[in-house]
């Protein structure tokens, strides 16, 4: 072979190899980071209005929150994430759990309601959701409503209702049920759920089946009926919200979490943008926006459409205790995924 | 006895004429070779005669049986005419063998020994039996193919070109043992060809197509002494044609006075002779030959070809040159003078 | 859209090169000897993953993760779908190919062109047209159809191409020999059909098992669906890793499948000379209303359902859906990846190629060998692999586009270098001495000559990576750097949030970005009839 071919080859693998170069430096660009759980409508509302009043650019790489708080902790000290919101406080607890945060500012702690934040301030609470038994009347009287979210795994509710039980938000629900309930109750319920329920992926999804009339009723937060009436109300005007209240571990309510990353180049500007989220902008934004989801702040109100969070009796549960880690493990064991 | 008979077969394909009205009648037992060159129609007779193909009008009779005509046809798969095409189409899905064995009714052991006497019968070691088409050398795959075909027992053999894909001298052997065989078994046998030798050495009878029609058959070597026309004669081997006086069975032309082998015919007309008929020596002063000076000399081993410029007398040139045969020990070199004398009968064409 | 070509790899295999030209090229080419054992062990690399993360987790949490009912479930859902699926698409693309390719039915050639055409919708979007008109439409039923209709024209490509070629003396003897027509088909037609057939069902089994979009949206489950959910919880968890290492098991035992099916059967007519035209079979009034019925029907389900889904929310979106700011950015982006990806693609793909025309042997066998396995992975096996390699191992490029590149490496090299390597077939080194016999140095002979004969080969096959990263949702989910969205995943995340309005653009995008892909395999298939 003439001598002119490795040389052509050597060329080439340059040429690669300076391409690949300049995607290695262009990932350690300047602004933040935000690894994003939430709604991403939500969050890219948050990060327009942040950026708008500091200049601080920012990347939002979208996941769910168990598939980004895993990440995080694999990626560890070297992540490129500087800040994590989360649907749910599960995830939040397990990069926490690796010590992966630092503490939140003070002054952005004293803008959120004790209630929706844990007490030792790694991360603070951004807004709040409500497990909600959604029906459709055509198909479920409303004297028949259970009463329970632990009834739903009796033979009675066989092929009767809908989760999407791949989501976090989901997972949350049963985390929650594990720290009310325990391991063995929680694993039968889970038994009891995989005969009885239908997999949708997506919250959506089981709202649009419930409207449809493909299955009587779902569990799932309340926030997607809301964003669906604001818009064309088509996925949802056969559908009915019922709240079960009486601190039952389907009034559980989640709370989204916000954090920065401990290894984050860029605390200052991390700070600043959970401090803006909790703050009035931030929080008005759940006000007036089209995510229906529940405001933290102290003074913040929610959208006056909803309920208020002080009716749903929801059950006092520690937050900083959900172990969404078993959660899964366990739904793994009853085959849920 | 004739085994078939075809009468007045006429196939147009849209504007094009492919068959015109072809009358061709095949003795049983007879090897008939078909000859032409490509386009003239001869495939589109033998998938005709197989029954890939069917006429537009004309019929044609097997063993007395029609096989088609202008009120019906019978199939290709009930004809029991044995088909080798070109380069054997072996089932490429199946051993030799199986291939073999396709069209046999028989199984067990008796198929077996059949298909074992069958690959004895074409020289095929029987080791091949488990080969694969694809191992196998353009030969050996005729071979297989041509043992299929007889496996059925076929009333009549069609083989299409089936020596052409194979090397100059793997092809004569094939075609003497091709021959051999099908004589033993008495199968009547029809060949297609564009290569005139291989058509005179195979046949009993010779059929020349051009353009669609048959324009002569006979005996082989009638074909090539007597062609009805300049194109066949050129077409069935190398030919020196040249336009003559004749009177009273002699020709008169540029090589002197020829003899004829026509009575009574008298005018100008055209006349041919093989090279061969051609004899050179290099004696000039025999009054019988003719003058000439060899102009260029092309020495192919066994033989060798010269052409020679033809003398009109006194060293003068007529201005004809001719091809001549010559045994390649004694070919005398350029510019030789040499004298031209006649074996045998000039052929005279008919003037249209 | 197609992930990996095996078929094509297999039916290329140049095997059979003269010994001479080893014997010329086989010196000295130690550089592209080493780089091209530096690619295939890269290829290497997802199944060194599945082994390692196999290894690394320990049988007693195999166990716990591989032998329960939810595996069982998953497998018989995978069994079922690629059991029913498959038949299907093998008797339908038979049916259509010879109705195009060896009967009178009326528009045969537009036929032919329709057929081929629904590979232009990549499947996630065939799934997203039927779940937005029959929105009850889920489970085994649906993942049947809709499988059928995205993926039948693998199977019909390259029977009606091999058809097309079929040496039809063959079928003439076998009428000869007795046979009716219909027992011609059947016992001499069909078998030969059968390396085509297992090719073709092969490519559709991959996609089968490796197809997240197409039944995460018709909430069906399967191996790949599954691995991601476990992702979406748990990152690269145990049970994530552990699901990819039983669905890579099964992409192998279709592998093997495949080849022990293949058996004796030839591609090539034996012999030479040239093939006579096909006999054209005159169908009955009856057969071919039956026919069109056939075509018009797949027509309708395959071409006519995305068109009418995708022309009404285009319709109900409006002018508004087209405005929103995230779509030039994905397009551009969908397009350098395209571009990036088919470039490195190419290049890597360069001494594989070279080694296979210019020094076949043991080794280039080997590393094909290599190429072929990893390009039947899926892509979720492939994204697993890399990030768990990288955010372990390689740290500078987690998360970068490079990591993305090299998924699009990995899946989709096969394809550059069928390509590739018959565009070297073209220039024999025979021309290059020529070359340098006439007074060009080496460097200018292979610029001239070689280069410039490989050149539509190399291009052909760079056009076929870059379309197939085009419509790649999988690996790009889980590997995209931070803040890009592609078409398809910018595509996805509209639908998951059940806005398949503003859904529409991305999906209409990808089926223009897709159409050259299908005229080439369209083309190719025509061109290697010899027609």
């Not at chain 1, 629900?173 to 694993?187: D, H, W, Y």
């Not at chain 2, 099908?182 to 046949?203: K, M, N, P, R, Y």
């Not at chain 2, 192919?300 to 020990?329: F, I, Y």
């Amino acid at each position: 072979m003439s001598p002119s071919v490795p040389y052509f080859f050597k060329h080439a693998v340059l040429a690669t190899a300076l391409l690949a170069a300049g995607q290695v430096f262009a990932a350690d660009s300047v602004g933040i980071v935000v690894y994003n759980a939430q709604h991403e409508t939500l969050t890219k509302a948050w990060v327009a209005g942040f950026t708008e009043e500091t200049g601080i650019p920012v990347t939002i790489r979208n996941g769910d929150d168990t598939e980004m708080g895993n990440q995080l902790v694999q990626e560890g000290a070297a992540s490129p994430a500087d800040v994590f919101l989360t649907e749910n406080s599960p995830a939040m607890v397990l990069v926490d759990n690796a010590k992966l945060f630092a503490p939140v500012a003070p002054a952005t702690l004293e803008q959120v309601g004790s209630a929706y934040r844990p007490a030792h301030g790694q991360w603070v609470g951004i807004a709040a959701r409500s497990t909600v038994f959604v029906y459709n009347p055509a198909k479920l009287p409303e004297k028949d409503l259970p009463k329970s979210l632990m009834d739903l795994a009796s033979p009675a509710w066989k092929g009767r209702w809908a989760a999407s039980p791949a989501g976090a938000d989901f997972q949350a629900i049963v985390a929650a049920v594990l720290e009310q309930k325990g391991e063995a109750a929680t694993l039968e319920w889970l038994k009891g759920m995989k005969t009885n329920f239908t997999a949708y992926r997506g919250n959506s999804s089981v709202l649009k089946a419930v409207n449809a009339g493909q299955v009587d009723s779902g569990v799932i937060y309340h926030y997607y009926a809301f964003v669906d009436q604001s818009k064309t109300g088509e996925n949802s005007k056969n559908t009915a919200l019922h709240y079960f209240k009486h601190q039952d571990p389907g009034a559980f309510v989640s709370i989204s979490g916000g954090g920065v990353l401990k290894s984050s180049k860029h605390q200052e500007e991390a700070q600043k943008f959970l401090q803006y989220i909790t703050g009035k902008e931030g929080q008005d934004v759940l006000r007036t926006g089209n995510s229906f989801e529940y405001a933290v702040g102290k003074d913040a109100a929610s959208n006056p459409k909803l309920v208020p969070l002080k009716d749903l009796d929801a059950p006092k549960v520690d937050a900083s205790k959900l172990d969404s880690k078993k959660a899964v493990e366990l739904m793994t064991q009853a085959g849920l995924l | 006895m004739n085994a078939l008979d075809i009468i007045n077969l006429s196939k147009s394909f849209g504007a094009q004429t492919a068959l015109d009205t072809i009358n061709l009648s095949v003795p049983t037992g007879s090897r008939t070779v078909i000859v032409g060159p490509s386009g003239s129609g001869k495939t589109t007779l033998l998938r005709m005669i197989a029954g890939f193909e069917f006429p537009d009008a004309g019929s044609l009779t097997l063993n007395g049986q029609t096989l088609v005509d202008s009120s019906h046809a019978v199939p290709a798969y009930q004809r029991q005419i044995g088909y080798v095409p070109q380069d054997g189409a072996l089932f490429p899905h199946m051993s030799v063998a199986d291939n073999i064995g396709f069209g046999l009714a028989v199984t067990g052991s008796a198929r077996t020994e059949r298909i074992q006497s069958l690959m004895d019968s074409v020289a095929l070691n029987a080791n091949m039996a488990g080969r694969w088409p694809h191992e196998l050398s353009g030969g050996q795959q005729q071979r297989v193919a041509l043992a299929r075909a007889l496996a059925q027992q076929p009333r009549l053999m069609l083989l299409d070109e089936p020596f052409s894909a194979l090397d100059t001298g793997l092809r004569a052997d094939m075609r003497k043992m091709v021959a051999r065989l099908l004589e033993s078994a008495g199968v009547t046998t029809i060949l297609v060809t564009h290569d005139q030798s291989e058509a005179l050495s195979f046949a009993d009878q010779l059929a020349v197509m051009r353009e669609g029609r048959l324009v002569q058959s006979g005996h082989p070597m009638d074909l090539y002494r007597y062609p009805d026309d300049e194109q066949t004669a050129r077409f069935l081997g190398e030919a020196v044609v040249m336009p003559a006086r004749i009177e009273a069975g002699w020709a008169h032309c540029d090589l002197g006075r020829v003899a004829v082998n026509t009575n009574g015919f008298a005018g100008p007309a055209h006349i041919m002779l093989r090279p061969e008929q051609l004899l050179l020596s290099d004696h000039p002063e025999n009054p019988q030959g003719c003058n000439a000076v060899v102009t260029e000399r092309d020495f192919g081993g066994n033989t060798c070809t010269l052409t020679v410029e033809l003398l009109a007398g006194a060293g003068e040139s007529s201005g004809r040159s001719l091809l001549v045969r010559s045994s390649g020990m004694h070919a005398p070199p350029a510019g030789s003078a040499v004298q031209l004398s006649i074996l045998g009968a000039a052929h005279v064409f008919e003037v249209s | 859209m197609p992930e990996t070509l095996p078929a094509g790899i297999a039916a290329a295999s140049p095997a059979k090169l003269p010994r001479r030209t080893r014997a010329l090229n086989g010196r000295g080419s130690p550089w592209v000897v080493v780089l091209a054992i530096g690619v295939s062990l890269l290829s290497l690399l997802p199944i060194a993953f599945v082994i390692g993360v196999s290894w690394y987790t320990g049988w007693a949490t195999i166990e716990a993760m591989i032998f329960r009912p939810r595996v069982a479930e998953l497998l018989i859902n995978t069994l079922l779908l690629v059991l029913i699926t498959l038949p299907i698409c093998i008797v339908l693309g038979v049916t259509l190919a010879w109705l195009t390719e060896r009967t009178d039915l009326p528009g045969r050639r537009m036929w032919s062109v329709l057929a081929v055409a629904p590979l232009a919708v990549p499947a996630f979007v065939h799934s997203y047209a039927w779940v937005s008109l029959v929105p009850s439409i889920n489970g085994l039923p649906a993942g049947v159809l809709v499988s059928v209709i995205a993926y039948f024209p693998f199977l019909y490509l390259p029977i009606a191409a091999t058809l097309r070629r079929l040496d039809p003396a063959i079928e003439d003897v076998a009428e000869s020999l007795g046979l009716k027509p219909w027992a011609v088909f059947f016992r001499v037609v069909l078998p030969q059909l059968r390396l085509a057939i297992c090719g073709g069902a092969l490519l559709v089994g991959l996609h089968l098992l490796a197809e997240y979009g197409l039944y995460a949206m018709i909430r069906f489950d399967t191996f790949t669906t599954a691995i991601f959910d476990q992702f979406k919880s748990t990152f690269n968890g145990p049970a994530a890793n552990m699901l990819a290492s039983v669905l890579a098991l099964c992409c192998l035992a279709m592998l093997t499948a495949e080849s022990s099916a293949r058996g004796h059967a030839r591609y090539a007519r034996v012999g030479s000379g040239s093939a006579r035209e096909q006999r054209t079979v005159r169908l009955t009034s009856g057969i071919a209303t039956l026919g069109l019925c056939l075509q018009i029907l797949t027509c309708l389900l395959a071409l006519g359902v995305p068109m009418l889904t995708l022309g009404r929310w285009l319709i109900a979106g409006g002018a508004d859906v087209w405005q929103g700011e995230e779509l030039l950015p994905a397009l551009l982006q969908t397009l350098s990846f395209g571009v990036a990806g088919a470039l490195l693609t190419s290049l890597a793909a360069i001494p594989i190629a070279w080694l296979s025309i210019r020094a076949p042997g043991k080794l280039q066998r080997l590393l094909e060998g290599c190429n072929y396995i990893t390009s039947s992975l899926p892509g979720i096996v492939v994204a697993l692999a890399l990030v768990t390699v990288t955010i372990h191992f390689a740290r500078p490029i987690y998360q970068t586009t490079l990591t993305v590149l090299l998924a699009y490496l990995l899946m989709f090299l096969p394809r550059a270098l069928v390509s590739l390597r018959a565009g070297f077939a073209q220039a024999p080194v025979e021309l290059e001495n020529i070359a340098q016999s006439l007074g060009r140095s080496p460097l200018r002979a292979l610029w001239l000559i070689t280069l410039r004969l490989a050149a539509p080969g190399a291009a052909a096959g760079a056009a076929l990576v870059f379309l197939a990263i085009t419509n790649e949702l999988t690996a790009t989910l889980l590997l995209a750097p931070n803040g890009t969205r592609t078409l398809a995943t910018g595509f996805w995340a509209m639908t998951s949030e059940i806005d398949y309005a503003a859904a529409a653009p991305y999906a209409l995008l990808m089926v223009v970005l897709s159409l050259p892909l299908t005229a080439i395999l369209y083309q190719q298939s025509r061109r290697s009839a010899g027609r």
